[in-house]
Structure formats: structure tokens, C-alpha cells
Nanobody, 128 residues
Framework: QVQLVESGGGLVQSGGSLRLSCAAS????????IGWFRQAPGKEREGGSCIGFSDGSPYYADSVKGRFTISADNAKSTVYLEMNSLKPEDTAVYYCAAGVRFTTVQNMCLRTPFFRSWGQGTQVTVSS
């Protein structure tokens, strides 16, 4: 049974940093792409940062590129999202998701339906 548990959210001032963690269990990680997505109230889920567990190649949505870094610790079955230079518009619930990799990490990251397993989410609030 696939399980994803996020942690690390919280309240931070504009310009600050946070690191989110996603602990994965119940599946063979090498076959999966893991992504971090976010959803603000009244908006669609977006802002994917994704990584392939087998090769570590990342992809970032334009809205987070250059500020967010996704990384994977295979030994701990954990994926991290390091968020720097945070802005109030980054305020959202952040979700970790896993999908069986059948195409490039970029292709998967652009289509959230490819991710069949989701965590419960963690709130990130950036104050101005």
C-alpha cells in the first residue's frame, strides 16, 4: 500500500525558507516519479517540482524554478522540497504525490493525473 506522509510546513515571512519532507513507503521507489504540488484556496493544483527516484533528474514549474529544489534520499525513502525566497503567493497546501514512471519526469510533472497516490498535504503560509 502506497503511503506518503508530508511534514515541514508552517508560517514564514516573505523572503524566508522552509524545507518540506515526504516520507514514502509501500512501493518500489525506483519505478516512480515523485512530485510536490500546491493548491491555494479557489485555485487549481499547480507548481510541480518533480524528481525521478531512479536517476534524480528534476523538473520545476516556472512559478518555482530557481527558488525551489527537490531532492531524494533513497536510503531514507524520503523526498525533500527546499523552498527559498518565499513569497506570499507561495501560500498553499503542499502535497507530495507518486506516479509510476512511464515517460519523462517533465511530461509527468505537467500532468497531475499521472500521479495516482497523494499525501494528506501540509500548509505553507508566507506572510508579507
Amino acid at each position: 500500500q502506497v503511503q506518503l506522509v508530508e511534514s515541514g510546513g508552517g508560517l514564514v515571512q516573505s523572503g524566508g525558507s522552509l524545507r518540506l519532507s515526504c516520507a514514502a513507503s509501500g512501493f518500489t521507489l525506483d519505478r516512480y516519479t515523485i512530485g510536490w504540488f500546491r493548491q491555494a484556496p479557489g485555485k487549481e493544483r499547480e507548481g510541480g517540482s518533480c524528481i525521478g527516484f531512479s536517476d534524480g533528474s528534476p523538473y520545476y514549474a516556472d512559478s518555482v524554478k530557481g527558488r525551489f529544489t527537490i531532492s531524494a534520499d533513497n536510503a531514507k525513502s524520503t523526498v525533500y522540497l527546499e523552498m527559498n525566497s518565499l513569497k506570499p503567493e507561495d501560500t498553499a497546501v503542499y502535497y507530495c504525490a507518486a506516479g509510476v514512471r512511464f515517460t519523462t519526469v517533465q511530461n509527468m510533472c505537467l500532468r497531475t493525473p499521472f500521479f495516482r497516490s497523494w499525501g494528506q498535504g501540509t500548509q505553507v503560509t508566507v506572510s508579507s
